[in-house]
């Protein structure tokens, strides 16, 4: 374990998964490495189909039990996990920068994002509420009512290692269901403090699990078990596709939060400045490494150069390195072959006539790291344009009018955020109603909070996390006819 981890609950850091409120050991283990240092913070076991198998029973035979408490006594559980998760916070939020590489400021606002989904959900459970229908003859009496849908699999990616374990199982586990959950390899040890956490707060064993490994085993059995009623995913479009296929075998119910490819606009009559603060934290928060953030800044003529200079010095000032050896506002990237891709667009974008302001090179040492990036003069014709960069490149687009905005903006099977910066109340209204995505942003940057649905449409995904929405992804409408009234 790396001494730079100094956790005041050294326990928290788990090189063990989590089955049927068992500690399990293997002696196939997956090492987990800091992007930031290229050191191994420790190992996790590297489970497959038997141990998922195992999940899944223990799953079942959890969920009896787990469905019938009260919708209050489950509450209670969960506001004590989101407790647990706030007096931890700063050793998860450093765990979560070991093995992620974001500055620990942002490290610690996802530990605070992730425990409200807890909060939120526990307040949720006891509003999950059914109707009565009036009869279609005078002797009936119609109701529904929402049940849990049962055994659910997650599997989540490593952008936000806790806050997209808990937008799913905060909902999963209010709505009465059980949970297998499958982290990232690449950032498991945030899940398996959580699991830790959860234990601590009195979720019975069975009820949430943690199986550790490479995705092809245990995908397996989640997509193929038919004990397993639900898949819940969030990770790239590509590998959420395979996973909708896979499941259909066993019909599952499925909710996929997918990539996105977020148009930034920002029109003439903008605060130009607030622009520039919702373009940084919008393109460079988390390194560029967010579903949401801005992959296409499209600026109107008029203010285009002095937005890209405004950017450019802002972005040159960051300080770039390990969230954990002093304050910094961007740290690596995940891995290398996510380095590479920065590259690979940079590069692209140079090819086609991009130009480059600030950045656009790896900067030396033992991490993944890259300079914060602004080109300008992009175009479609760039692969930048099309695929989620995924890194600290801000691409800006040129465009004339309104319309041109609009229709650049959607040309994309993306579907997920979108942004506007305007003064103009009806253009606000026209813009908003016309952009293709599931959420926008006007004038924010940030739109995430667990009060709000979030979700895509197109080949960004299907179903909403967080808000009201969230919990009843979790739930089956139960209709019962009652005659002889
Ligand atoms: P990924 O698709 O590579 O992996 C996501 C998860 O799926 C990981 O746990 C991985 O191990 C697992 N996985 C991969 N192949 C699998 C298989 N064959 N069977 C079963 N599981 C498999 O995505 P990633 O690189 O971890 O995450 C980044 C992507 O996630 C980006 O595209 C980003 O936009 C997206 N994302 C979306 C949202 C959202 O809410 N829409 C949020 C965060 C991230």
Redesign the pocket.
């Known amino acids: 374990m790396s001494p730079l981890l100094d956790l005041r609950r050294p326990d928290l850091l788990r090189q063990q998964a989590y089955i049927d409120g068992a500690w399990v050991a293997a002696s196939d283990t997956i090492a987990v490495i800091n992007p930031a240092t290229g050191t191994v913070l420790g190992r996790v076991p590297a489970l497959g189909e038997a141990e998922t198998e195992q999940a899944v029973a223990a799953a079942t035979r959890a969920l009896p039990e787990w469905r019938r408490r009260t919708a209050r006594e489950r509450a209670t559980i969960l506001r004590r996990w989101f407790e647990l998760m706030h007096a931890h916070g700063a050793d998860l939020a450093r765990l979560l920068t070991a093995e992620q590489g974001k500055p620990l400021a942002e490290a610690a606002g996802e530990i605070t994002y992730a425990a409200s989904f807890l909060e939120w959900f526990a307040e949720e459970a006891r509003r999950t509420y059914g109707e009565t229908i009036p009869g279609h003859r005078g002797d009936l009496r119609l109701l529904v009512q929402p049940q849990p849908v049962g055994v659910v699999a997650a ?6 290692p806790a806050a ?1 374990i808990t937008r799913k199982a905060g909902a999963a586990l209010a709505a009465g269901c059980t949970m297998v959950l ?4 690449l950032t498991p040890f945030s899940a398996l403090a959580l699991a830790l956490l959860a234990e601590e707060a009195g979720v019975p064993a069975g009820v949430f699990n943690v199986v550790t490994g490479l ?2 085993g ?2 397996a059995v ?1 997509t193929g078990d038919p004990r397993v009623r639900k898949l819940t ?8 596709k ?2 909708t296929a896979a499941v259909a075998g066993t019909l599952k119910r499925v909710s996929m ?4 490819n977020a148009p930034f606009i920002v029109f003439d009559d903008a605060d130009l400045d607030a622009a520039v603060e919702g373009a940084v934290v919008s393109k460079f928060r988390n390194t560029g490494q ?2 949401v953030c801005a992959n296409r800044i499209l600026v109107q003529q008029g203010v285009y150069d002095a937005f890209a200079e405004k950017l450019a010095a802002h972005v040159a000032a960051f300080r770039v390195g390990d969230g954990l050896a002093g304050p910094t506002d961007q740290g690596p990237l995940i891995d290398a072959r996510a380095l590479a891709k920065v590259e690979r667009h940079v590069a692209d974008a140079l090819a086609h006539g991009a130009k480059l302001l600030t950045g656009g090179r790896r900067l030396p040492g033992d991490g993944h790291f890259y300079a914060p990036t602004v080109l300008t003069e992009a175009t479609s014709a760039m692969a930048l344009a099309h695929e ?1 960069t ?1 890194g600290p490149v801000a691409p800006l687009f040129r465009f004339g009018t309104e319309d041109e905005a609009v229709q650049l903006a959607n040309d994309t099977r993306s579907g ?1 955020a979108a942004y506007a910066y305007t003064r103009d109340l009806a253009r606000f209204w026209r813009v908003s109603e016309a952009l293709e995505y599931g959420m926008v942003g006007i004038n924010t940057g940030l739109i995430s909070t667990e009060v709000a649905p ?3 449409i197109k080949e ?2 299907l179903g909403r ?1 967080g808000a009201r929405q969230g919990i009843a992804e979790y739930l089956d409408m139960k209709y019962i006819c009652v005659g002889e009234v």
């Open positions: 599997i989540t990616p490593w952008n936000f997209m499958k982290p990232s390899e995705p092809q245990i995908g989640l995913f969030t990770g790239s479009t590509a590998v959420g395979m996973l939060e997918l990539g996105g967010t579903c989620e995924f997920l979030f979700g895509g960004s995904g996390e």
